[in-house]
């Protein structure tokens, strides 16, 4: 069964730091492109960062550019997004999602298979 497990969700102040961890099973992440999209309340789903596994390029959202940085560690078969100097506009679910493909997008559509999300709170 191929799954995909989110964590590292957490209530923190503004300018803290958290790393998201998406833990797949099932299949291997290395050969496939990984995005991490959030959802705020009463907003649309927004690509915030993504990986191709084709040359290892990255993207960000420029809301997020400077502070989140996207990595795999394949022996683990995890992706993370580290995100630092935390905005309380970054409060959200945060979703990973697989493209069955090598290159990443940040559109919603195009992937595959879903975590459950985990949620990021920025407040004092």
């Known amino acids: 069964q191929l799954q995909l497990v989110e964590s590292g969700g957490d209530l923190v102040q503004p300018g803290g730091s958290l790393r998201l961890s998406c833990a797949a099973s099932?299949?291997?992440?290395?050969?496939?492109?990984v995005a991490w999209f959030r959802q705020a309340p009463g907003k649309e789903r927004e690509g915030v960062s993504c990986?191709?596994?084709?040359?290892?390029?990255?993207y960000y959202a420029d809301s997020v550019k400077g502070r989140f940085t996207i990595s795999r560690d394949n022996a683990k078969n995890t992706v993370y997004l580290q995100m630092n100097s935390l905005k309380p506009e970054d409060t959200a679910v945060y979703y990973c999602?697989?493209?069955?493909?090598?290159?990443?997008?940040?559109?919603?559509?195009?992937?595959?298979?879903w975590g459950q999300g985990t949620q990021v709170t920025v407040s004092s």
């Open positions: 999602a697989v493209r069955l493909s090598v290159v990443a997008t940040t559109i919603a559509n195009e992937y595959d298979y």
């Open positions: 990986i191709s596994s084709l040359d290892g390029g990255t």
């Open positions: 099932g299949f291997t992440l290395d050969i496939y492109a």
